[in-house]
């Protein structure tokens, strides 16, 4: 079945960087595309960015351009987030979701989230 | 960036009732290609988001039958023909059709009255 197993929570200080894995399982790695959509306590669903596992394209969402870099690992079929200068307002559950693509996008299966804590 | 807007926020429940959730979008989310990438989500207490309904109509393997989704165009519907208690949650509309963004409505917090 169709997993994407998260990497842990983590608590970072302001200023700091974070980088969360999402590894995926019972499917073809290279066919779908990886998403990554964050949600803030309480808050609602919030697209950043999206990658191509087949080539490494990258699309970010224009607030988190510049601070954001996703990639993959097809040998591992691991997919990452890192963001960069992390603030307060970054605290929020980061979750990989994957995808059917073309000129639009679908979003399937999700993982299970990682919570990041950015706090001094 | 297609905005998209659920009504209502909040929606109290009693078991076994139904529940309609409405979402519309800013444009029309039919795509050149004749499809409406149009989806809906459940997010149960402390769970990922769970996908139910894509493509407007079409349930995702699992999902019960009490979940319907209709519409076309700008307006668009979730249905729960008789809730149950593992309804409870935050349902959440996302388009697809016009990216980049995907974009998601603010969420409806379905409850047991």
């Known amino acids: 079945q169709v997993q994407l197993v998260q990497s842990g929570a983590e608590m970072k200080k302001p200023g700091a960087s974070v980088k969360v894995s999402c590894k995926s399982s019972g499917y073809s790695f290279i066919i779908y595309g990886v998403s990554w959509v964050r949600q803030a306590p309480g808050q609602g669903l919030e697209w950043m960015g999206w990658?191509?596992?087949?080539?490494?394209?990258?699309i970010y969402a224009q607030k988190f351009q510049g601070r954001v870099t996703l990639t993959t690992d097809s040998s591992t079929s691991t997919a990452y987030m890192e963001l960069r200068s992390l603030r307060s307002d970054d605290t929020a559950v980061y979750y990989c979701?994957?995808?059917?693509?073309?000129?639009?996008?679908?979003?399937?299966?999700w993982g299970q989230g990682t919570l990041v804590t950015v706090s001094s | 960036d297609v905005v998209m807007t659920q009504s209502p926020l909040s929606l109290p429940v009693t078991l076994g009732q139904p529940a309609s959730i409405s979402c519309r979008s800013s444009q029309s989310l039919v795509h050149t290609d004749g499809n409406t990438y149009l989806s809906w989500f459940q997010q149960r207490p402390g769970q990922s988001p769970r996908r139910l309904i894509y493509?407007?109509?079409s349930r995702d393997s699992g999902v019960p039958d009490r979940f319907s989704g209709s519409g076309s165009g700008t307006d668009f519907t979730l249905r729960i023909s008789r809730v149950e208690a593992e309804d409870v949650g935050v349902y959440y509309c996302?388009?697809?059709?016009?990216?980049?963004?995907?974009?998601f409505g603010q969420g409806t917090r379905l409850e047991i009255k």
């Open positions: 996302m388009q697809g059709t016009h990216w980049p963004p995907i974009t």
């Open positions: 990658i191509n596992p087949y080539n490494g394209n990258t």
């Open positions: 979701a994957r995808g059917r693509y073309s000129d639009w996008l679908e979003i399937d299966h």
């Open positions: 493509k407007v109509s």
